[in-house]
């Protein structure tokens, strides 16, 4: 326990807090999805420093050795390449429904929106 | 007792309940304290009961005007200075919201095995089982890629179909229908300005420029999907260099070229192709493996292009499906069509 080591995942986790301030002090919705991305960036920070160990290198097999000893936990890697994929998809859909309000509403502030919905509601 | 109970009535319990059931208001409380007014009232003579009239009505329409005036006040408020003080405590609140998680994080995070150490929990069987028996196994000298195509596969599967469904739903939010045109379509493409607008194009640097570079990187996506079992790379990351590759031919020659050889049915046919050839092979090696069947797949010799078993093929499916994706990411987002 102490605050000095684990760097990588402190800085991840402080991204991570950042980007859920932009979600919630910003009403521009692109803002949000910015946010957004920045928390999906800070866990695969977290996914990539938990499969690190120092000293050891990429799991790729050179010259035959296979021994434990040698390469890094591939686990990590390939859930950070999941997430990767899917935050792209998620990121593409929110932007294709925020470019179908702006069509519709001509605002990007998501208070605005929700004015007009209600207002439209009545 | 008659005064007891005046003295109830005017305290603040049952004001709040009469306020929390009909909205009480400054004259409702003025006409509960009817009783106790005729009282303080001087005793006027029998005949002055047309004054008494006419003082009770002035007292009513002074007590309405107030109340009026209160109303309209706290309208204005709420609108102008408690607008902005709501707003102002719903920063505050969200900042310290955000601190406060972000404290609690990294707490956690301060309580987390040391960074880069051998011997943390994570670093446990299962991925020792994949360095040591991983290129046996498989046949893939890229451990990541012989994990995520291999072992597993039906992940990555799920993985293609998630991109592959949003791009569809992106497609239904955003493909401006050319058969079915609803007035509101031709209404919003004449709105647009549809990027076709200005083609052809003849930007002649980025022309030459791009002639020069797309055959490249499309073949540097193919390098890199080919060989993703042998060194880092993969179809995710090639087929985004390629769809890359696309975008830039598309951006420097327009919309009526590239449509000659990728438009929407190419979109719809490769990836449906490459989605179903992948499930289809997966299909088959799970079930020869699962029930200890001969199957034709081999891991062959590690290190050779093609070798371990399907993963070159699944890794040219996946990069299909994400090129196409991306390509098709970039022109729905722009104004024009697939």
């Not at chain 1, 499969?51 to 010259?63: S, W």
């Not at chain 2, 196994?137 to 451990?143: C, H, K, L, P």
């Not at chain 2, 570079?213 to 995710?236: A, D, E, W």
Request: hydrophobic share 45%; with cysteine.
């Amino acid at each position: 326990m102490g605050f000095f080591h684990n760097y990588e995942e402190m800085a991840a986790m402080i991204l991570f807090g950042i980007g859920f301030t932009t979600l919630l002090l910003h009403k521009n919705m692109i803002k949000k999805i910015i946010g957004f991305s920045m928390m999906d960036s800070a866990i695969y920070l977290f996914l990539a420093a938990k499969g690190y160990i120092e000293g050891r290198t990429a799991p790729i097999v050179v010259d035959g050795v296979q021994s434990m000893e040698a390469y890094i936990n591939p686990i990590p890697a390939g859930l950070v390449l999941t997430g990767i994929v899917v935050s792209v998809s998620v990121t593409a859909l929110m932007l294709a429904l925020t470019v179908r309000l702006y069509r519709r509403y001509h605002t990007l502030d998501i208070d605005e929106i929700t004015a007009q919905v209600r207002k439209e509601e009545q | 007792m008659a005064k007891t109970r005046n003295d109830y009535e005017n305290s603040w319990w049952p004001r709040f309940v009469r306020w929390l059931k009909n909205g009480s208001s400054a004259l409702d409380d003025a006409m509960y304290g009817d009783l106790e007014e005729e009282a303080v009232l001087p005793d006027a003579p029998a005949g002055d009961a047309e004054k008494r009239e006419a003082q009770w009505d002035e007292r009513r329409r002074l007590l309405l005007r107030d109340e009026q005036d209160m109303y309209s006040q706290v309208h204005a408020w709420s609108r102008s200075k408690g607008a902005k003080l709501a707003q102002w405590f719903y920063r505050v609140t969200a900042v310290v919201i955000c601190l406060g998680i972000i404290w609690m994080l990294l707490q956690t995070a301060a309580y987390l095995p040391p960074f880069g150490n051998p011997d943390n929990p994570a670093n446990n069987e299962v991925s020792r089982r994949y360095i040591e028996q991983g290129m046996q196994e498989t046949g893939a000298v890229n451990i990541v890629a012989g994990m995520i195509l291999d072992y597993r596969a039906f992940d990555t599967l799920g993985e293609s179909n998630v991109l592959f469904i949003a791009a569809c739903s992106v497609l239904i939010l955003l493909r401006i229908s050319s058969e079915k045109h609803g007035g509101d379509a031709v209404a919003q493409l004449e709105a647009e300005a549809d990027d076709r607008m200005y083609e052809p194009k003849n930007d002649l640097i980025l022309q030459r420029i791009a002639s020069f570079l797309v055959p490249l990187i499309l073949l540097f996506g193919v390098y890199i999907i080919m060989n993703g079992h042998i060194s880092p790379g993969g179809g995710f990351s090639g087929g985004a260099v390629m769809g890359a590759g696309l975008i830039l031919y598309l951006n420097a020659f327009g919309f009526r070229k590239t449509e000659r050889f990728f438009t929407f049915k190419t979109f719809k046919v490769v990836s449906l192709c490459a989605l179903s050839f992948y499930a289809v092979s997966k299909a088959y090696s799970f079930f020869t493996g699962a029930n200890h069947l001969s199957s034709f797949i081999s891991p062959g010799t590690p290190g050779r292009l093609f070798s371990a078993g399907l993963i070159p093929y699944l890794n040219i499916a996946v990069g299909l499906v994400v090129c196409c994706t991306m390509y098709a990411f970039y022109t729905l987002f722009r104004k024009g069509d697939m």
